[in-house]
């Protein structure tokens, strides 16, 4: 049997992650595989997204979308109960950026069981060719006691009406804060 093939990328968590631990403070680490990512499956074919390398570290490029949607489900199994944490989408724009001029970008968090968190912000503000942690401040959070829910999280902008591309994705990274 021959399975058809996405249009979405459904992320793989378990072998697109590391763990490291600096300072004493956890930090994971989801590489492009483990994000879910509307239009970047393998039947769009390169069309809407691509992977590149940059700097040695592989990234997902938009070549372009209307509808930017980016997302990703994590166990807090994964992360420490009663510790706190913030999350970043570690994003570059690129110098043919464009279509972010006019409307924000949204990124929220959510646990389950707990009132999800909204940001939002304008990339045409970034300084191209340079790597930024997004949102600004990160996303932060508390692990609770019960570990056996997941922290969902994600960054889009589904009402823009201009072509949006030149925006390439790192890492999400999940990183404990210090006391």
């Known amino acids: 049997m021959v399975l058809p093939r996405m249009a979405h990328q459904r992320g793989k968590l378990q072998t697109n992650f590391i763990k490291e631990t600096t300072a004493g403070l956890q930090t994971l680490i989801l590489y492009p595989d483990a994000l879910n990512v509307i239009w970047g499956g393998p039947s769009s074919n390169n069309r809407y997204w691509k992977r590149t390398t940059i700097d040695g570290s592989q990234a997902l490029e938009l070549v372009g979308v209307y509808w930017l949607e980016v997302s990703g489900r994590l166990p807090l199994s994964e992360l420490t109960s009663g510790k706190k944490y913030k999350l970043y989408f570690v994003i570059q724009m690129s110098q ?62 589904i009402e823009c009406e201009e072509l949006k591309k030149g925006l390439l994705i790192k890492e999400v990274r999940i990183q404990e804060v210090g006391q």
């Open 96 to 157: 043919n950026s464009s279509g972010w001029d006019n409307y924000d970008v949204w990124f929220n968090i959510r646990i389950a069981g707990q009132r999800s968190q909204r940001q939002r912000m304008r990339f045409n503000r970034l300084i191209r060719s340079d790597w930024h942690n997004v949102p600004d401040n990160g996303l932060e959070f508390t692990v609770p006691e019960e570990s056996n829910a997941a922290l969902t999280f994600a960054m889009y902008d």
